[in-house]
């Protein structure tokens, strides 16, 4: 593991951490992430460049003997699914970090989009995503027109929010572009589906 590059990626997670407080700051009103609330990570891919797994390592590593052993049953009898599954391209699975009391076991060290979940997203296509949990009425739903998966103005008005719902475009792409957010200092080097890391 170079230690180097990861001190540096610390730096650069302090960075995309302080401008993302403010961005879940900015949209409280319509956030309603807390402890123990866990849906974001029950079923997805977790893309992660080969940085951010190292660093998700090191929390790993930081976990007592009985729960890493935890962590890599659920990481065998996810893959032992994945081996099975007919379309791999489109394999979802819960992160096997999230442990049984719906609490990531590695917070500090997890990775970027774990940190953007809940925001309103914007790609660099411009197009609107919403946060997937808008449906189960969680961050967004009370402003969300539920056939165009837009904005709609009217509701905002109707719950009289003081802050217009705002999207930030804040995709893997584009929080690991080195000119924007990292200088030289390190690569993220490939991303992968969390899965296929181990
Ligand atoms: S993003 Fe949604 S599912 Fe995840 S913690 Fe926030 S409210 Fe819960
Ligand atoms: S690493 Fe943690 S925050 Fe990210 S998906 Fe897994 S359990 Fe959720």
Redesign the pocket.
Known sequence: MDFERLKYFKQYLNTIDSVLKGYFEEQKEY????RG????CEKGQYPFSEVEFDYIMLGFFKLSKEEQIKVLERVKSIKEEYEKADDKKAFMYRCPFLNNEKECSIYDFRGIICRT??LLTVGSNEKLKV?F?QS?G??FSKVINQEEKKIDEELVKKYEYKNQPKAYCIDLKNMTDPEIFAGKAFEFGEIKKLIDWF
Not at 31 to 34: A, D, E, L, P, S
Not at 37 to 40: L, P, R
């Open positions: 956030i309603c992430c807390k609330c866990a849906y974001c979940f809940g946060p949990c189960l969680l961050n």
